[in-house]
């Protein structure tokens, strides 16, 4: 994963709330795909309107899940990013198109990524990002990416899997976060291990976790 374009996010001052409000969505999500399209040799054509589609029924889930932030905020980012990354696959608010040649910048590993799915990869790594930012800025250290992320072989099983369902993209984001993914009920945030043991004991002082590469 391409943790270069975090930085621009970082620099936005209360990150995790400015991201619910629409204007700010949507002007980081183009800036997002001017960065990473101008590293990976692409355009990203953005529809407005699925764009918007896509945060409004983010926000109307999050609506309904907002409480289980007191419950662990950290599990929480990374939740609430995995269901903004749902609704982008679900949506399709991107397109790539060539563009320019890539930079010297770009990895051969994460090219060949972008290359098989240039749309899925801005969605996931600008959820990513997003995570890295706020984690850094609440927590001050941002999550450990699984070696998995940067895994051709992972790519093909992710875009087939929400292709078929788009709440694996919960499941998928916890594992290249080095997170235990939740299969069965990816996009139910009660049943993710994290919540699962801060609800069995909720007198105990809840430690920042963090993946391991594995």
Request: net charge negative.
């Amino acid at each position: 994963m391409d943790l270069r374009f975090k930085e621009e996010l970082a620099l936005m001052p209360d990150l995790g709330h400015r991201l619910r409000r629409l204007r700010w969505f949507r002007m980081t999500f183009r800036s997002h795909a001017r960065l990473v399209g101008a590293t990976y040799g692409l355009r990203f054509e953005i529809d407005d309107a699925k764009l918007t589609r896509a945060f409004l029924d983010w926000v109307e889930t999050m609506e309904k899940r907002k409480d289980l932030a007191k419950v662990d905020r950290a599990d929480f980012v990374i939740f609430a990013a995995g269901l903004v990354l749902r609704e982008l696959i679900r949506q399709e608010p991107a397109k790539a198109v060539q563009g320019t040649p890539p930079s010297a910048a770009a990895g051969p590993e994460m090219a060949e990524i972008v290359a098989f799915w240039p749309e899925g990869f801005l969605y996931t790594n600008f959820c990513v990002s997003a995570i890295a930012a706020i984690y850094e800025q609440e927590f001050g250290e941002a999550p450990a990416i699984d070696t998995c992320a940067d895994d051709l072989r992972t790519w093909w099983s992710y875009r087939e899997n929400v292709e078929e369902m788009p709440a694996y993209a919960v499941a998928f984001l916890d594992r290249f976060l080095g997170a235990e993914p939740n299969w069965l009920l990816p996009d139910d945030p009660s049943s993710r291990p994290a919540m699962v043991e801060a609800l069995e004991a909720p007198s105990r002082p809840r430690p920042i976790r963090f993946g391991n590469p594995r």
